[in-house]
């Protein structure tokens, strides 16, 4: 089946640990992003990939780091400069270079200890 | 800039009730319209679309109509389930966004047997 996973499905951060979210993708998209969601609000975008070795910072990437060496691959770590970490993070990918249907992994929800 | 307003909830519905969630946008151009459903725990999925003035997008018995004259593509749908009890998110893609999709605050429905 095609589809997005992201694991763990629940991770724990202790103080000053970097953590990071794994995100697969076997829809042969080219385009990935992360975002992340606060109880209530909407999502905001932390980063985005068109394509492979290359992404962009979307509206809050401060804490955060990325990485796109492979199409299907797009980690994100949570660093510890990122001091309010607590949220549940969702990947999602589209066909083509920033096509405008997004399809959504499951989600990762991160929790501080 | 572009953006997205939601009516507020929680929505409480009894079964078999008539559904609108309101959702109204300002954007330049000829934006992509979406309507996202967001289940207890998990990812958002794509429930609809409609990509140009007057087009209707539907799914699953919802129903969404983009409007380019009240900038709105509010959600219906004409009998709910309990099974429909999840959150509602509302997004626009335009051609200024850069990749980013630009989501409502999401709504929550909530259905009574």
């Known amino acids: 089946d095609g589809g997005i996973t992201q694991s763990p499905k629940y991770l724990f951060r202790k103080e000053g640990q970097n953590v990071t979210l794994s995100c697969e993708q076997n829809?042969?998209?080219?385009?990935m992003y992360w975002y992340r969601q606060d109880p209530g609000q909407g999502l905001r975008l932390i980063y985005y990939?068109?394509?492979?070795?290359?992404?962009q910072k979307g509206d809050i990437a401060e804490g955060y780091s990325v990485s796109r060496e492979k199409k299907e691959s797009f980690p994100l770590t949570v660093t510890s400069a990122q001091k309010n970490p607590t949220a549940f993070y969702l990947c999602a990918s589209s066909e083509g270079v920033l096509g405008e249907t997004q399809y959504f992994g499951p989600g990762t929800r991160l929790l501080v200890l | 800039g572009n953006s997205v307003t939601q009516m507020e909830g929680p929505v409480t519905l009894s079964e078999e009730a008539f559904l609108t969630i309101n959702c109204t946008y300002t954007a330049t151009g000829y934006p992509s319209l979406f309507w996202y459903v967001q289940y207890p725990g998990e990812g958002l999925q794509l429930l609809l679309k409609a990509t140009k003035a007057d087009d209707k997008g539907s799914n699953k018995g919802f129903e969404a109509t983009y409007r380019k004259e009240t900038t709105s593509f509010h959600l219906e749908k004409g009998s709910v389930q309990v099974s429909d009890s999840a959150v509602y998110f509302c997004a626009l893609y335009g051609s200024s966004n850069t990749g980013k999709l630009i989501f409502g605050q999401g709504t929550t429905l909530q259905v009574k047997p």
């Open positions: 829809l042969n998209h080219d385009a």
């Open positions: 990939s068109q394509i492979v070795n290359d992404f």
